[in-house]
């Protein structure tokens, strides 16, 4: 039987490539959104879930190991943005940025890593951003939500290495997908210049980045940040 991956955010975008990339490469594929998805594979099964909610998360993850088998990839894709000046920004956007990106990922994280400690270990992407590093302008909650995944990546490899589980973040430049879908178009040639490889990236440097930290060979990489584009940090 395939192994099994279980990526948030799979209805589309980075989430939805990844997860038709892991099936053509033989993968049994879990995922899930707020919403149903018409990603249609006989190795692949989509939940509607929230992953910012503890219960939903808790059973959600124990019908996969009870209907499919154990997870034994973690991808926490799953995210959300609002670019807004600081001092325009409400509490509202706060709450549903933290909620989807840190409490989220927190929440997939723990529930997947108990399931990974039973049955042999297991491999763990988190999503970070280059505008982390970066300190963008008009980002501040979003860069801040993501520097926290980056901190919960880092401490959770530690606590985690002994059950043979690696903890790893890729951060992304962008890429087009939703997320930058608002953001004005002077604003992203703006951030592409401050790469060292000016270029918007693409799924393919996603799926990548994943393929090199899921091969069996890259048991020994844990508690890393990868930027994409040659980002200084």
């Known amino acids: 039987m395939p192994e099994l991956a279980f ?4 209805r589309k975008g980075i989430g939805r490539a990844l997860a ?7 993968w049994m594929v879990a995922g899930c959104s707020r919403r149903d998805s018409d990603l249609q594979h006989k190795h692949y099964r ?23 088998q154990p997870i034994r990839v973690l991808i926490n894709n ?5 670019m807004n000046h600081l001092l325009l920004s409400p509490l509202e956007s706060y709450e549903s940025i933290f909620k989807t990106n840190v409490q989220g990922s927190f929440l997939m994280l723990r529930e997947c890593a108990k399931q990974m400690r039973r049955s042999g270990g297991g491999r ?18 979003y860069a801040a939500s993501k520097a926290a995944v980056e901190s919960l990546t880092k401490t ?21 997908t939703d997320l930058i879908k608002l953001v004005p178009k002077e604003k992203i040639a703006a951030l592409i210049e401050k790469q060292a490889i000016s270029r918007l990236g693409t799924y393919q440097d996603i799926i990548n980045c994943v393929d090199f930290l899921i091969k069996p060979e890259s048991d020994f990489i844990t508690g890393q940040i990868l930027y994409l584009g040659g980002v200084p940090h």
């Open 78 to 82: 799953a995210g959300v943005a609002a």
């Open 46 to 68: 989509h939940y509607r879930l929230d992953v910012a909610d503890e219960r939903s998360v808790i059973e959600t993850l124990k019908s996969v190991k009870k209907d499919l």
């Open 7 to 10: 990526i948030t955010g799979t």
């Open 124 to 141: 763990i992407i988190n999503f970070s951003s280059i505008a982390s590093p970066l300190n963008l302008e008009g980002e501040a909650l």
């Open 20 to 26: 038709e990339h892991l099936l053509d490469r033989g």
């Open 156 to 176: 959770a490899a530690k606590e985690l290495a002994d059950m043979d589980i690696t903890v790893n973040a890729i951060g992304p430049t962008p890429i087009e």
